[in-house]
């Protein structure tokens, strides 16, 4: 750069002094040099200014490497801490039975969740995330979000408003599981720190900006500074609070910069923002609303929140209704109206008695969030939503309302059984006992490859026979050869390409289907998504976590012609003890809270990414690295600890002690027993999960 600067000023200086000469091959010549100084000077302008962003995307990568170390350094070393508790409270509970009983259900329920977290981080460091993206419909994911948190957060005080501009598609391209753990892990945050509210907003880029991007605003009341607060996405154990924080938030940062975006916050005049920005593709193939969807209906509008007002005018007048929102002192005259979508805490006596005097379709709003109350009122209601509401989910209710009741729109199964309440609870369910239906054939309907793992781990000592589809075009095109192959079909409600609904309604108009059961699987059950469920053909559903209690009475609900009598076989179901060098299986499955399919994945995370850790050992002993030796052993302790591994735990806290005492002569020592322990347990896992 320097050389190129000087060459400018020299030809300038030498043009200047030979302005008089008359020839014009000195003018040519001293005009060519000050143009190459020119291009000079601006070419390494742009090269300087390339290798600039390749250094800061250099720095941002370093920093985030770093940050993953010292969280998977802080998560291990708790883990440690947690498991000792968790024994040590154990051995308590003969003096102080009722009270340590709960400290070890809370130890465990803390590790579980630690160990969770654990296994997303170390997906995600070793690279294992993959993005995929594919064609989903909006809807589907904003109510695949509320039923997620609803299952992590109950009877709460929260209005959760979803706002999404008019022109943004209902149907898109892009990682749905990413994009929704991204978003539920912030909503999480934003509960944990006593939101009254959340404003969930989609909007995108303008037609007229360069970039072309899908942004998903989360505004909350929380009191916090979220914007200048640099450890807000790094996680660290908090003493005082006695729990982590900001796990969740990493894992949200990091799975939208695996998606070529990120997340950027802000501290506005009442309230914090989290936006989160993805690329935006569009669904070549979306579509409007259906012609025949039930428009020009005069609506009263009633709600005591805000928020939630606005949204639903814009989503009613987006449908094309006209929409009237009146003083709640006012008794309107109800006969002016189509239909009256009210808060039921809103229908007072006065309002009951005017609507009766009308005609008007009514529709009731609650909240999936705050506890169940009684409103007597509320019996006078045509159908209930619950907020927080989607475009596509009041549509449906709607059409619902004003179609003729014996349209196509609601599709019957005489010859099945329908189950409409909640699958209750079997007693005393053991993995062994699934063996009742040896034989069985399912499709399993499912996108996301832990909740397959899970089911599949359920039935893995059943002798059923599982055959998976990511969704549901998917699960057509496996039917469409083998329609008399499957006994039972659990469905996932929203999945990419074609969702459940989709599905299902598609395999009710085969006649050669008509007896085959159609299970849900779901993480929202509003009474709007349950009677959508039962429209569609589905014959019963099952709230997501998935519990193995819950599952074996699906299957002595639909399977019962074919389960076996194992009394008159007179069979022992016999629990086998496994003993493995370096692994207490027992201890360990303790640990993952008695769940031995969640202890299974937990190992093979281990495995993956520990298996070769004798190598880095010795590399970082020989290398005299000594920080990045104790990083390591942190690791392993706590995680050693964590699957019921004693005898590595044992080795890496003695390893941990000569590196704090600084006796560093003595770690070559190490190489041979943490080489031949580290194989041990490797070889254990491996004879264990096979």
């Known amino acids: 750069m320097k050389q ?51 250094k800061e995307e250099s720095d941002r990568r370093e920093d985030i490497n770093k940050r993953q170390d010292n969280m998977l350094s802080s998560m291990s070393e708790h883990i440690q801490n947690i498991a000792k508790e968790t024994v040590h409270t154990a051995e308590q509970i003969s003096t102080n039975k009722q009270s340590d009983i709960r400290k070890v259900i809370n130890y465990e329920t803390k590790l579980l969740s630690i160990t969770t977290n654990l296994i997303e981080f170390l997906r995600i460091k070793s690279k294992k995330v993959e993005i995929i993206n594919k064609n989903f419909n909006l809807d589907n994911l904003l109510n695949d979000i509320t039923g997620t948190l609803k299952t992590n957060v109950k009877n709460i005080e929260l209005d959760l408003i979803y706002d999404v501009d008019n022109n943004i598609p209902q149907y898109l391209i892009g990682d749905t599981l990413s994009l929704s753990k991204s978003i539920i892990n912030i909503l999480l945050f934003c509960v944990e720190n006593k939101a009254s509210y959340i404003i969930l907003k989609i909007t995108k880029d303008n037609k007229f900006s360069k970039d072309n991007n899908l942004y998903f605003s989360i505004k909350s009341d929380i009191n916090l500074d979220i914007e200048n607060n640099d450890n807000l996405f790094n996680s660290n154990y908090n003493e005082k609070t006695n729990h982590y924080e900001s796990l969740g938030l990493f894992i949200s940062k990091e799975l939208a910069m695996l998606m070529d975006g990120d997340i950027i916050t802000k501290n506005n005049s009442n309230c914090v923002e989290f936006l989160i920005y993805t690329p935006f593709n569009k669904n070549p193939n979306d579509t409007e609303l259906s012609i025949d969807s039930v428009t020009s209906k005069n609506i009263y509008l009633a709600t005591s929140s805000t928020h939630h007002k606005e949204v639903l005018n814009n989503i009613l007048t987006n449908l094309n209704h006209k929409v009237n929102i009146i003083s709640q002192i006012e008794i309107p005259d109800f006969t002016k109206y189509d239909l009256v979508i009210i808060d039921e805490e809103l229908l007072t006596f006065r309002i009951v008695e005017s609507l009766k005097k009308s005609d008007t379709k009514i529709i009731t709003l609650t909240n999936i969030f705050r506890p169940i109350q009684s409103y007597p009122n509320s019996v006078i209601s045509d159908l209930e939503l619950n907020k927080p509401l989607t475009k596509q989910e009041v549509d449906y209710a709607i059409n619902k309302l004003f179609k003729n009741s014996n349209s196509n729109n609601q599709i019957s199964n005489k010859k099945l059984t329908i189950h409409r309440d909640t699958f209750k609870n079997s007693k005393n369910v053991t993995l062994n006992k699934f063996a009742e239906f040896r034989g069985t054939k399912i499709l399993l309907v499912e996108d996301n490859l832990i909740n397959q793992k899970v089911f599949i781990g359920i039935l893995s000592k059943s002798g059923t026979k599982i055959t998976v589809a990511n969704d549901g075009q998917e699960a057509l095109s496996i039917l469409k050869n083998n329609e008399n192959s499957f006994d039972i079909i659990f469905m ?118 520990y298996k070769d850790s004798d190598k880095i050992f010795k590399k970082l002993v020989n290398d005299f690295r000594h920080e990045q030796l104790r990083m390591l052993c942190v690791d392993i302790n706590g995680l050693s600890a964590s699957i019921g591994a004693d005898k590595m735990h044992n080795l890496t806290t003695e390893i941990l002690q000569r590196i704090l005492y600084k006796k560093y002569d003595l770690l070559p020592n190490y190489i041979d027993n943490f080489t031949k322990e580290i194989n041990t347990i490797s070889n254990s896992i491996d004879k264990y999960i096979a």
Do not use: H
């Open 492 to 609: 996932d409600i929203n999945m990419p390409i074609m969702d459940g609904y989709t599905a299902s309604e598609y395999m009710r108009e085969n006649d050669n289907l008509d007896q085959l059961p159609i299970v849900a699987l779901t993480a929202l059950t509003s009474s709007s998504e349950i009677n959508k469920m039962f429209n569609c053909g589905m014959n019963g559903y099952l709230a997501k976590p998935l519990k193995k209690e819950n599952l074996f009475t699906v299957f002595a609900t639909f399977i019962t012609d074919r389960k076996e009598d194992r009394r008159k076989e007179k069979r022992e179901e016999k629990k086998n003890i496994i003993t493995l060098d370096g692994l207490d299986i027992t201890k360990g499955i303790s640990y993952a809270n008695g769940n031995e399919i969640f202890y299974r994945e937990i190992l093979l995370e281990f495995n993956d990414a």
């Open 4 to 54: 190129f600067i000087i060459l400018f000023f020299i030809s300038l200086t030498l043009y200047a002094t030979d302005l008089d000469t008359p020839d014009d091959q000195n003018i040519t010549i001293w005009v060519a040099i000050f143009s190459l100084a020119i291009i000079g000077v601006i070419g390494l302008f742009f090269t300087s200014e390339q290798l600039r962003k390749f």
